[in-house]
Structure formats: C-alpha cells, structure tokens
C-alpha cells in the first residue's frame, strides 16, 4: 500500500506531519479552517492537490459541528467566509483556488426554499468528491503519461527500459495517492519500462530528499538521490548509460498558453533538459490548470523566510544512527547574508513537450502551442 498523506472519514479528518518524514510518522487531527490553514502555512501539508484537498476537508469536519445558521443564505455566507480565510494559506497553486470556486458554486446550487443543513450536506458531498476524484485523476495521469513516454522513447515493439529525472515531491504525499509525475514514474515500473529514477535533493526544502527519496525507496523502485547542481552532470555523464528519457515534473499552475509554475529549480531543469535531447514532461491534474491566466507573467510566486535557506532541522546521527528523539536545528550560513527565496519559479510552454492530464496527454500544434481548452 502507497503512503497516505490524507486520511479521511466523515466527521474527521487526520493529516501526516511531513515536516517529520521520513523519520517520523505522526498525523495531526485537522478539524478546523484554523488547522488546516496553519498545516498549510506551515508545510506541515504541501503539494498543490493535496493543499486544496485537505483544506476542503477540513472545511467539511468543522461543518459537522459549526453553527452555520438556520437558512440557506446564511450558510452560504458562513461557508464563503471559511473558504476566503483558506484561500490565502498558500497563493501560488491554483488546485485551492479551483476548488473553493467549485465548492461556492455547489453551495449556490442548494434551493432557496431549503435548509442550512441542505447546503452543508452539498459542500461535504463536493469536498468528499474532490478527493475522490484526485486518487482516479492520478492513476490515469500515471498510465497516459506512461503510455506517451513508451511511445516517445522508441518506436520498436519491446522498448528498452527509459531512466527518468524528478524534482520536488508529487506522489502519494502531494496527493490522495499514487501522485501525478511520481505517479507515472510508478506506472512505468509496475509496467516495467522503468529502468532508474533520479531525484533531486530540491532546495532549499528538501522535498526531493525528505520526500520523494523515502517514496521511491518504501516502493522499492529503484532509485538515486543528486543534489539540484548535479543534473547537468548526469545528462551529460550518464544520459546514455542509463537512457535518461525524460524530465518528469508536477505542476503549481499550468496557465493557458502552458507557461507552469512549479517548484523552484524546475525551469532549470527544462533548460538543461533541452540541451540534453531529454523530453520535459509535465504532469497535471486538471485541478491544477488555470485558464483564466494568459501567461506564466501573471502568476504570483510565493516567496518564503529566510531561514529556509540560512538554517536546516532535523534528526541529530549519531555514529551513524539516526536518533528521532533529538533534533536539532543548525546553521548553513551566514545568518546576516541577504536571502531571495521564490518558492516556485515559471518554466515557459516553448519548453515543455507534454502536459499529461487525467483526460490525456496535450502535445503542442504545428505552431508549437498548447490548447488546454480540448481537456475541459
Ligand atoms: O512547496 P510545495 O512542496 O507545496 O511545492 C510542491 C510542488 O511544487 C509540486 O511539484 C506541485 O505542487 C505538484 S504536487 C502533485
């Protein structure tokens, strides 16, 4: 069984502490709008489809107990409250924003004449069904861009296995499972067309190595762990030996020309992956599409605290052994030193092959755009 970020039954809703991975495994009880703001905030949650899943759910909990009012309007009013206090947890991914948009429209399509009780039952129904449909959205996400990446690789019967390159963490801990990039690389190994993966450590939040480093290795696909600086090098050096075929990455925002914002450090992956001859893969839900913004010069990047950058947690080792009951936080620079730190960064469309959605995978037309109006 893949690991679980997001456990949720009716009236209750527990959420891995990923701040702890892989050390620990915790779950917090995240009941509240408060809570799961602050989980949010915190990155004690991240990855784009998973924040707008467990601030939905969260919503969906607190309802069971909140007093919302007696009529549909004032219920309408109390949700939309919640939903823009959840809205501004995180600003760079749109999955949140799309579906605060859709769980408003759900709400306003509960008749007047009815209850207060009507409209919770409908935004309860619609937050569960967002995380229903993530866990399907990901697994056709897998298989599509599994399928295209075969494809792509070699036109003959029986491909050679293809050795793929990821960034940041977009598996079972972005999402309610299997993941949208993670998750296509887990497709080509249970497909066994997967020879390597290759994972970057992802500074300064060490997703990669917190993360997807301890997915790969709980899934047992085989795998190696490099550091942001070292990607050039690995195209360079070991493209052939390992037949890297491709760069596979999630998505924050695909805006509609295409244009992705992502973790910082992907566009620089797409740069070198040009260079290298490597496909650029880009996986999205379309949760996480945004048609309303032209072009990635619109979309917000986050920006985050120094200390991401000028300090490190976590477990102290000791000979060798890694001791959970004592961490300890410890300085990687200068803590005087100036930082800039862009949580994401844009990679344009002109650099990116595909976009593989659960609906299917989007090539470019001959005058190298995308069309992302044909997946809605
Ligand atoms: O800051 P994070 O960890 O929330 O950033 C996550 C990413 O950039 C992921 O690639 C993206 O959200 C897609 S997760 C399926």
Redo the contacts with the bound molecule.
């Keep these: 069984m893949s690991l679980q970020a997001i456990r949720y039954t009716r009236g209750s809703l527990d959420v891995l502490d990923q701040l702890r991975l892989p050390h620990e495994h915790h779950y917090d009880a995240v009941h509240t709008s408060e809570a799961a703001f602050d989980c949010i905030r915190s ?1 004690r949650v ?6 707008a899943i467990v601030a939905a759910l969260a919503l969906a909990v607190e309802l069971g107990q909140a007093q919302v009012g007696s009529t549909v309007a004032e219920a309408v009013t109390y949700i939309d409250g919640r939903l823009d206090y959840l809205y501004e947890s ?1 600003p760079t ?1 749109v999955d949140l924003g799309n579906a605060i948009t859709l769980l408003k429209k759900t709400i306003r399509s509960v008749d007047n004449s009815s209850s207060a009780a009507a409209v919770v039952d409908a935004y309860v129904a619609e937050a569960e069904a967002i995380l229903e449909r993530d866990l399907k959205s990901n697994l056709a996400i897998g298989s599509h861009g599994a399928d295209w990446l075969v494809g792509a690789a070699s036109s003959t019967a029986a491909p050679a296995p293809i050795s793929v390159l990821t ?4 598996g079972s801990l ?2 309610s499972g299997h ?3 993670l998750g296509i690389i887990r497709s080509l190994h249970e497909r066994k067309a997967l020879k390597h993966a290759f994972c970057t450590e992802t500074r300064p ?1 060490n ?1 990669g190595s917190r993360l997807t480093a301890f997915e790969l290795v709980y899934e047992q696909i085989p795998a190696t762990l490099i550091t942001d600086s070292m990607a050039a090098a690995l195209f360079h050096l070991k493209k052939g030996a390992y037949n890297i075929a491709a760069v596979i ?4 925002r695909v805006v509609r020309n295409g244009d992705t914002a ?2 910082i450090g992907t566009y620089q992956l797409a740069v070198l992956a040009r260079h290298h001859g490597i496909k650029f893969v880009v996986a999205a839900p379309t949760t ?1 599409i945004d048609l309303e913004t032209p072009t990635g010069a619109q979309i917000k990047i986050e920006e985050r605290k120094r200390e991401e950058l000028t300090q490190i947690s976590g477990p102290v080792v000791v000979d060798g052994v890694v001791d959970t009951s004592t961490t300890a936080r410890v300085a990687t620079a200068d803590q005087r030193i100036d930082v800039w730190n862009p ?2 960064d844009v990679t344009p469309h002109d650099l990116i092959d595909v976009i593989v959605t659960e609906k299917g995978v989007v090539e470019k037309n001959a005058d190298g755009e995308f069309d992302l109006t044909k997946v809605f």
């Design positions: 990155m991240r990855g784009a489809p998973a924040i995180r991914a960034h940041c963490n977009t972005a999402t993941g949208t990039a939040y997703q990455v999630g998505a924050d992502n973790k996480s949580a994401f």
